[in-house]
């Protein structure tokens, strides 16, 4: 069975640029959670959605956006991107609240 | 502020020996507690969770050990390999209705195991 895929693997943006990135759960997962990693630190809860409705918010500014489809792929979008943005960005889908969360690779987000 | 602490930072143990990470939540309302190991470059891969209702949990070589009234919660790892050498998280996670949930990730511990 293929795992969480997250596309691009690697990203360079110019700083007040705008991202997107993919993410295609597991099959038959509806949840799809994003969090952004900074480096030496865990992963920080930036969104969820579960049946295309956004069901939580981290404590992120409104340059961040995100969208499931109906097929339950999601994307990220931010806006106006700040050197702060560098990151990971990791896409996680489950079953459930309590079934485990299955993380991609991540996106590597760098910022100039 | 939902906070999930975990210490050490950094853990470094001999091949064989016993790795013991411990993490500390403030919200009760946390109910799922899971563990991920984390490789450079990788995202985090679930290795084991429990719930309160539990003491304790072991898959392996992996151990979950929980203490709901102290809201304490502990890895161990056992027979501890070169291999286990990854960056590890506990998180927690509060179902809060119509299908919103999130984890809650403490620091991370860098484990490295020793020959």
């Known amino acids: 069975d293929a795992g969480v895929t997250q596309s691009p693997t690697h990203l360079i943006k110019t700083r007040g640029q705008q991202v997107t990135l993919r993410c295609s759960p597991i099959s038959g997962h509806k949840s799809v959670s994003w969090y952004q990693q900074v480096l030496g630190q865990g992963p920080q809860f930036i969104f969820q959605?579960?049946?295309?409705?956004?069901?939580g918010r981290g404590n992120f500014p409104d340059r961040f956006s995100a969208r499931q489809f109906p097929n339950y792929s999601s994307e990220l979008n931010v806006n106006a991107l700040l050197l702060g943005d560098s990151a990971l960005y990791l896409c996680?889908?489950?079953?459930?609240?309590?079934?485990?969360?299955?993380f991609g690779s991540g996106t590597r987000l760098t910022v100039v | 502020q939902q906070q999930v602490k975990q210490s050490p930072q950094s853990l470094i143990v001999q091949k064989g020996g016993i790795s013991i990470i411990n993490c500390a939540y403030e919200?009760?309302?946390?109910?799922?507690f899971p563990w991920y190991q984390q490789f450079p470059g990788k995202g985090p891969a679930l290795l084991i969770a429990?719930?309160?209702?539990?003491s304790e949990k072991k898959e392996g070589r992996f151990t979950i050990s929980f203490n709901k009234s102290a809201k304490q919660f502990s890895l161990h790892i056992m027979d501890s390999q070169p291999g286990d050498s990854a960056t590890y998280f506990c998180?927690?996670?509060?179902?809060?209705?119509?299908?919103?949930?999130?984890?809650?990730f403490g620091k991370g511990t860098k484990l490295s195991v020793i020959p």
């Open positions: 998180a927690a996670s509060a179902y809060s209705g119509a299908g919103s949930y999130q984890l809650t």
């Open positions: 919200n009760t309302a946390f109910d799922y």
């Open positions: 996680a889908s489950s079953l459930g609240w309590d079934h485990g969360y299955t």
């Open positions: 429990i719930r309160p209702d539990v």
């Open positions: 959605y579960y049946e295309k409705e956004e069901r």
